[in-house]
């Protein structure tokens, strides 16, 4: 295991209900860039430092996964500056922050459809997940070019393809996440209250929380708070309070 700063735990008295995978809808940059009268893809910038503080606090609290919501399908229909902005700081963030995210034994993997981007894109990406594919202390998915109904589409196409059958178990191995178990806790910051087409397939039974902080004022207190919001919560799963309850209880000897 690799990069003992990051992952130290935090000096404080930790509950056992913190998230094994948090995924966030990283939406606000524009706006932030605009409040402040700065091209949008300031805003973007800045949003890349919010995400490494992301990172560095979800690592130190006890969270394993992480998955963020870079780029969706949907982006492409943004002003083209902003597209071809977005993609050449893509490339800008791989190329810096990979070394320093693989010293903190971080696992990269970038998730979405390739089809549309860039050769250049493509090396990066590749570069970064084949340098960090041992690394096990930290999962970090960055969906890029995705899209959930796509996730759906791709898993369905590909068992089709193999004249697999399609079931739940079968499309839950061939979902673009099928590497990690399904996130307990979505974040949404800038106020905003709906899911845009992210994890369809993958949230069925998360936990959400709406947070009105833009995405680079998101910070460890904003990440605290949405945990300490889903630690109030009961995940029930179909069943009952009286049935948790009854099982989270020692059997009474007789």
């Not at 300490?228 to 009854?246: V, W």
């Amino acid at each position: 295991m690799k990069g003992n700063v990051l992952f130290a735990p935090l000096a404080l008295n930790m509950p056992a209900t913190v998230p094994h995978h948090i995924a966030i809808v990283m939406d606000g940059n524009g706006r932030w860039a605009s409040k402040r009268f700065l091209p949008r893809i300031v805003g973007h910038k800045q949003g890349i430092d919010s995400l490494k503080r992301c990172v560095k606090a979800c690592a130190r609290r006890g969270v394993k996964v992480l998955t963020v919501f870079a780029f969706s399908s949907e982006n492409w229909s943004r002003p083209a500056d902003e597209v071809t902005g977005l993609m050449d700081l893509l490339a800008m963030a791989v190329g810096r922050e990979v070394p320093q995210l693989h010293a903190d034994g971080v696992r990269l993997h970038f998730v979405g459809d390739r089809s549309g981007l860039s050769v250049n894109v493509l090396a990066g990406i590749a570069r970064a997940e084949s340098t960090t594919q041992d690394n096990s202390s930290f999962i970090l998915n960055i969906c890029f070019n995705y899209g959930g109904r796509w996730d759906i589409a791709q898993a369905a196409a590909q068992l089709a393809s193999q004249g697999l059958p399609l079931t739940e178990d079968s499309m839950n191995k061939a979902m673009a996440l099928a590497h990690v178990a399904d996130p307990d806790l979505v974040i949404r910051t800038g106020g905003e209250q709906r899911i845009s087409n992210f994890l369809l397939w993958q949230s069925a039974y998360s936990e959400f929380f709406f947070s009105d902080k833009l995405w680079p004022d998101f910070d460890q207190a904003a990440l605290e708070e949405a945990i300490s919001a889903y630690q109030q919560r009961e995940r029930r799963f179909g069943k009952t309070s009286a049935q948790l309850q009854s099982e989270a209880s020692p059997p009474t000897e007789t």
